[in-house]
């Protein structure tokens, strides 16, 4: 039987790893994956997270966030923009959004590590603000710059 398992390095040097089919929690969570469950895809929601969300820039990316109950059971709900205003080709703005989504899903960790130790959920709106083809490397630079103020981040309690 193969079971689904988590390692993460959470903000220490100690590696922990998590059986999910062996531990009862609140919120389901998977190894560092993006499935259809961690997608943000509530037309609701999206028109909630632009009308009352809170937001900062990290050049190239915006981020819109706002602490909310999900219809999952993930802690992180998270969907990524990019506009057609800058790029006029599809192909284009289907490969920032799959570079965007990438370094998420790589970077993502140590969020979801807090807000699972804070029972909360989140519901994120990256949008590629620039105007020009990203490098991966600025991309998973402005990743890890956003995760980190994720994580230091004051979370309401709910």
Known sequence: M????LVCKPLGSIHHTYFINFKPCKFIIHSVTFNKYERLKSRKLIDQLFSAGKGFHVFPVKVLF???SLN??????????????????AVTRNRIKRQLREVYRLNKLPFQQKLLNH???VALFFI?????LPQ??????????IVTRLVEMDIPIT
């Open 66 to 68: 706002q602490f909310t």
């Open 136 to 145: 991966y490397n600025d991309l998973n630079n402005a990743m890890a710059t």
């Open 128 to 132: 590629y603000t620039g105007k020009v």
């Open 2 to 5: 193969r079971r689904n398992h």
């Open 72 to 89: 999952q059971k993930v802690p992180v709900q998270a969907t990524v923009s990019v506009s057609s205003r800058n790029f006029k080709k």
């Open 119 to 121: 029972q909360s959920q």
